[in-house]
């Protein structure tokens, strides 16, 4: 079957520190992947998309940069968080064109 | 550009009784599909239903409908007999087809539904 896994599902963080979010996704190939960000009760907002190994699009100039080393991982990282960085991460992937977005669990980033 | 507007920030509604989510889009994009999403406070994001821009028919999925009007470009969601699990944020969508690279799906502001017994 087709399963998203992402980790961890909390973090805290300080200021200044690095980040290393993963998301993986088991059961197909070569799947659209994508990184969303949801601050306290807002809508999501996307950061980064991938089409393919080493493809990355990015939405919204900021803090954070991803990675697709292997097909079906994708990683979200940042050299040094800023307090404007906290909040909800959300990694999904999508099976095929027409279908809905597949979510992760989320990873509720706190950085102090 | 596609922009997805929900005007209702939060909403009670009497157990039993139909709600009505509101939502409102806008894309330069000829074909689109727009989905609604429920998140629990747990987080996870729960896909409800799907809507194609050239579907025929309204989409309905046990007790959720969509009421799309393309010419208004609205794509209200109708939960009818609420639940107390109902209660959750709600989030609209939208994905363009043709001009979006990515197939990217862009949010709403989400509407908070507050189930009272």
């Known amino acids: 079957s087709q399963t998203i896994h992402q980790w961890p599902a909390t973090l805290v963080q300080p200021v200044g520190s690095p980040l290393s979010l993963e998301c993986t996704v088991e059961g197909t190939s070569n799947p659209n992947l994508y990184w969303y960000r949801q601050a306290a009760g807002r809508g999501l907002q996307l950061l980064f998309y991938s089409v393919g190994i080493g493809q990355i699009s990015s939405e919204v100039p900021q803090n954070l940069s991803a990675s697709r080393p292997q097909d079906r991982q994708f990683i979200l990282s940042s050299k040094k968080l800023l307090l404007s960085d906290s909040g909800f991460y959300l990694c999904?992937?999508?099976?095929?064109?027409?279908?809905?977005?597949?979510f992760g669990n989320g990873t509720r980033l706190t950085v102090t | 550009a596609q922009k997805i507007t929900q005007t209702q920030p939060g909403m009670f509604v009497q157990e039993k009784e139909a709600v009505t989510l509101d939502c409102t889009y806008d894309?330069?994009?000829?074909?689109?599909?727009l989905f609604w999403y429920k998140q629990p406070s747990s987080g996870e994001m729960i896909f409800l239903i799907y809507?194609?821009?050239?579907?025929?028919q309204n989409a309905t999925e046990g007790r959720y409908s969509l009421n799309f009007q393309k010419a208004r470009k609205s794509a209200n969601l109708v939960i009818s007999a609420s639940q107390l699990g109902d209660s959750a944020m709600y989030f609209c969508?939208?994905?363009?087809?043709?001009?979006?690279?990515?197939?990217?799906?862009?949010f709403g502001g989400g509407t908070r539904v507050l189930v009272k017994p």
């Open positions: 999904a992937w999508k099976p095929t064109v027409n279908s809905p977005l597949h």
């Open positions: 969508a939208m994905r363009g087809y043709i001009k979006a690279a990515g197939n990217k799906l862009t």
């Open positions: 809507q194609g821009s050239y579907d025929q």
């Open positions: 894309t330069s994009d000829p074909s689109y599909g």
